[in-house]
């Protein structure tokens, strides 16, 4: 099970950490994901953590404002959003698969399990 957490109301310019606990299993060995849906989109990728290398792919628009990362003592992924704009506004989902590889990170189908998601809102 994933539970994500940490959304808000914030700013432009701002930062929220978004986290997203993982229970039932150990996170290690599992590559994990964020991805988010704004309102009235498709749900669209964010960022990955491949399970071994430690390999992070980013969506290009949110490179150097975003960082996926994994606190294995917690068993939680973490997303750390800063200068955050009005287009980051969404429901924001944490996944996770044991099995994905790692050209198909960026594909929403791909992943096996889901977190409920966390509604981040952006002020102008």
């Known amino acids: 099970q994933l539970q994500a957490s940490g959304g808000g109301l914030v700013q432009t310019g701002g930062s929220l950490r978004l986290s997203c606990a993982v229970s039932g299993r150990t996170l290690s060995g599992y590559s994990v994901a964020w991805f988010r849906q704004g309102p009235g989109k498709e749900r669209e990728f964010v960022a990955a953590l491949f399970r071994t290398g430690g390999t992070t792919v980013y969506a290009d628009s949110l490179k150097g404002r975003f960082t996926i990362s994994r606190d294995t003592s917690r068993n939680t992924v973490l997303l750390q959003m800063n200068n955050l704009k009005p287009e980051d506004t969404a429901v924001y989902y944490c996944?996770?698969?044991?099995?994905?590889?790692?050209?198909?990170?960026?594909?929403?189908?791909?992943?096996?399990?889901w977190g409920q998601g966390t509604l981040v809102t952006v002020s102008s």
């Open positions: 996944a996770a698969s044991s099995r994905i590889i790692l050209s198909s990170l960026r594909v929403s189908s791909s992943w096996n399990y």
